[in-house]
């Protein structure tokens, strides 16, 4: 009897210690399910991920009832495309995501989809989606874990449609992006554009992606969202992406992807995946997958562009003018001898849909193209104040062939071109044969601009023919590749809230006016006196 109880006692420490060591043997002994097909890339959020030290970017381990970061979507001809984004899962949690919406005063489950181990993220695809109305949604994972947003009706009966875009999100500053969501809630746009470089932690991803999320999920948890990846966020300097071949190095100027090819793909998927389908989905080099498309929001006809993917890379194609191959220091150069036969910027497949977009304007009021990057070089100081560049081949200003061609169909199409990437805001027309015959764009400022500011600083320091009296050095120059450009407003970093901000960009049906906004990070919308960028606004007419 004695023995017994004994036995029964130990029994007891036995089953209790198990307890309290359950969870950490459990952890430290998981199998993992799925390797990744890459190493030393992603290590925050791949493989044994839940092993790791603290890192800068994010805490990743959450508590399980957050383990559903966000949802980001959107909507075009009636197709409803929405990512569930998650926290990293444990071998033993379960993969599924639901989908409920929110019908006759209930949730209604209408889709189940599973989690890729690679990213953590899974995308819904809903065919007929009533566009009518807004229709709540949340997204739920195990037994706790869930997220909710709203899927906003189309707005078509309105006559103004609000774009706000976004680029460059430096993890110079990992703090929140609280005067960001308190804006461009207050704003209100119909829908978001982020332009590229959401993450700057070039080997890490997902945690950046999931960091992104989490400072701005609180604008597109309730409003379309169009994100799409830059050279950082695939872990490059720059990217001349030549169809997909392989990089010999992370500056990427030989042309290609440097890091595995499953490593981009899970960028893209990460980013993309809620796009409209692509226009035409054959994959590139390395079975990379394409994006580009259009979406139509409101009357609006907004054509995604990827500027860098198909785009030849300078080293060894053209003669070096410095001590990099993208980089022009010699303003005596000839800029005919850098456009060289057979270069290209967006491909023939990019500018076939191009093309055939720009021809298209059923039930259109009016366009825009949305890429990466601006059609021209448009600042002259990189980095610093002494870093005069005269011509930088990462713009879409090189090769000026392909730029020309793609301006003539941004032009054909009667659309407005909006970039990010170039870390200083900038409003131009585009001159193709003459000053003033291409496009206008807007380049939109960074988020944080204390990383590689850019300025806009004419080396005669004079304005322009055609200049405004809005800034000094407005109107007519050539840029370092002799493209014809007008420059209608700039905000170098010694501007407000250090050039760091957003644009607004606002779409009136009615007129056919377009109005580019430019706010400082630190402007409060909602004060009587709050002001724009010095330059901004500007009003431009499509008609
Ligand atoms: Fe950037």
Redesign the pocket.
């Known amino acids: 009897m004695i023995l017994l109880k004994k036995i029964n006692f130990l029994l007891l420490i036995f089953i209790l210690f198990r307890c309290s060591t359950d969870q950490s043997n459990q952890k430290n002994s998981l199998e993992v399910p799925i390797k990744s097909p890459f190493s030393g890339i992603d290590t925050i959020s791949t493989n044994d991920w839940w092993n790791r030290m603290p890192n800068p970017i994010i805490d990743i381990n959450v508590k399980r009832e957050n383990v559903l970061a966000f949802g980001i979507y959107t909507i075009s001809n009636n197709t409803l495309k929405l990512t569930a984004q998650l926290f990293p899962l444990y071998p033993y949690e379960t993969r599924e995501v639901r989908l409920e919406i929110y019908k006759n005063k209930k949730w209604v489950e209408i889709q189940k989809k599973k989690v890729n181990d690679l990213g953590w993220a899974t995308t819904f695809r809903i065919e007929n989606w009533d566009s009518s109305k807004n229709i709540k949604y949340r997204l739920l994972h195990g037994e706790k874990a869930s997220f909710e947003g709203l899927i906003r009706k189309d707005p078509i009966d309105k006559n103004e449609i609000i774009l706000a875009a976004f680029?460059?999100n430096?993890n110079k500053d990992r703090g929140d992006r609280e005067n960001y969501v308190k804006n461009i809630n207050h704003i209100d746009p119909d829908l978001l554009f982020f332009a590229?470089?959401q993450s700057?932690d070039h080997q890490e991803h997902t945690a950046a992606w999931l960091k992104f999320g989490i400072q701005f999920r609180d604008i597109f948890r309730e409003r379309p969202c169009i994100t799409i990846p830059?050279?950082?966020d695939i872990g490059q300097g720059n990217l001349w992406g030549e169809n997909g071949k392989i990089a010999s190095s992370p500056a990427g100027n030989d042309g290609g992807y440097y890091y595995h090819h499953e490593y981009v793909k899970m960028v893209e998927r990460a980013q993309t995946s809620h796009l409209p389908d692509p226009y035409d989905n054959t994959p590139i080099e390395q079975g990379i997958n394409v994006y580009y498309t259009n979406l139509v929001l409101g009357g609006i006809d907004f054509a995604i562009l990827e500027d860098r993917k198909f785009k030849s890379g300078p080293k060894g194609k053209i003669p070096q003018q410095g001590p990099r191959p993208d980089h022009i220091r010699n303003p005596n150069y000839d800029p005919k001898s850098i456009d060289v036969e057979g270069l290209t910027l967006l491909g023939n497949r990019q500018l076939d849909f191009l093309e055939n977009w720009a021809n298209n304007h059923k039930g259109i009021s009016m366009k825009s193209v949305l890429s990466q990057t601006g059609f021209c070089g448009g600042a002259h100081l990189h980095g610093s104040k002494e870093n005069r560049l005269h011509a930088d081949m990462d713009s879409n200003g090189w090769p000026q062939t392909g730029r020309n061609k793609a301006l003539k169909l941004i032009k054909k199409a009667n659309a407005v071109h909006i970039g990010?990437?170039q870390?200083i805001a900038t409003v131009i027309q585009h001159g193709i044969e003459n000053y003033e015959d291409g496009p206008w764009a807007f380049v939109v400022p960074?988020i944080v601009n204390n990383?590689?500011s850019r300025w806009w600083w004419p080396e005669n320091e004079k304005a322009g023919v055609n200049s405004n009296i809005n800034l000094p050095w407005t109107g007519r120059y050539l840029d370092g590749f002799n493209n014809k450009i007008t420059m209608q407003a700039y905000a170098n970093p010694d501007s407000n809230s250090n050039g760091a901000g957003y644009g607004i960009i606002k779409f009136k049906k009615d007129t056919k006016n377009v109005t580019f906004e430019c706010w400082p990070r630190y402007v409060d919308v909602k004060k009587e006196n709050a002001t724009q960028f010095t330059g901004w606004p500007v009003t431009i007419s499509l008609n």
């Open positions: 680029s460059c430096s590229g470089d700057y830059d050279d950082h990010g990437d870390h960074a990383y590689y």
